[in-house]
């Protein structure tokens, strides 16, 4: 049985500093690209990062070019994201979702994480 779990979600002052877990079990992690979403209420759900099977690619979306960090480590199939200089502009559910490809260019998802709140206060 395919699990996508996030966790590290929670609230946090504006210019402060979050990191999120994403531990998956029932498929090979290693064998996947895999990338953090986020979707805040009334829009879209947006890509902020990925990360190739290798790690030797990764990509950020321009709101989160700067300030977050992916990585991930295939030996304890585990993805991260470090959130820093957080503003009230980055509340939403964050989700983990494992990739199609083991590259990140035009990857579809394959397996959805269920997501972790992230809530930024003034």
């Known amino acids: 049985q395919v699990q996508v779990t996030e966790s590290g979600g929670g609230l946090v002052t504006t210019g402060g500093s979050l990191s999120l877990s994403c531990r998956v079990r029932?498929?090979?992690?290693?064998?996947?690209?895999m990338a953090w979403f986020r979707q805040a209420p009334g829009k879209e759900r947006e890509r902020i990062s990925c990360i190739s099977l290798s790690s030797a690619e990764i990509q950020y979306s321009d709101s989160a070019k700067g300030r977050f960090t992916t990585s991930r480590d295939n030996a304890k199939k585990v993805l991260y994201l470090q959130m820093n200089n957080l503003t009230s502009e980055d509340t939403a559910m964050y989700y983990c979702?494992?990739?199609?490809?083991?590259?990140?260019?035009?990857?579809?998802?394959?397996?959805w994480g269920q997501g972790t709140q992230v809530t930024v206060s003034s």
């Open positions: 979702a494992a990739l199609k490809y083991r590259y990140c260019q035009d990857s579809p998802v394959k397996h």
């Open positions: 029932g498929f090979t992690f290693d064998n996947y690209a």
